[in-house]
Nanobody
């Protein structure tokens, strides 16, 4: 049973912060890159951020650079996405996904969570 479970979504005002968590089970997180993706209404799923299995490589979409930070705690089997200075355009369902060693685009990830909704609105 390979599972990824997102949590931490909710309603937040513009400029606020949220921390999303991706709890993984059923596989060794040490060998997997974890990516965060999001899908806003009427838009395609897009990559937000990812972190390699070692944690030595991270990347971010241009739209979130400087505002979001991805991190991982393999001992806790959890990957986080700290989201600061949130904007209404960040509103989306956020998904975490896993792939061996390195992140890929949404079509290349092997395992997916069911998502958590982030709504940024005043």
């Amino acid at each position: 049973q390979l599972q990824l479970v997102e949590s931490g979504g909710g309603l937040v005002q513009p400029g606020g912060s949220l921390r999303l968590s991706c709890a993984v089970s059923g596989f060794n997180l040490n060998y997997y890159a974890i990516g965060w993706f999001r899908q806003a209404p009427g838009k395609e799923r897009e990559g937000v951020s990812c972190i390699s299995s070692s944690g030595g490589s991270t990347n971010y979409a241009d739209s979130v650079k400087g505002r979001f930070t991805i991190s991982r705690d393999n001992a806790k089997n959890t990957v986080y996405l700290q989201m600061n200075s949130l904007k209404p355009e960040d509103t989306a369902v956020y998904y975490c996904a896993a792939k061996g060693y390195y992140c890929s685009g949404p079509n290349g990830m092997d395992y997916w969570g069911k998502g958590t909704l982030v709504t940024v609105s005043s």
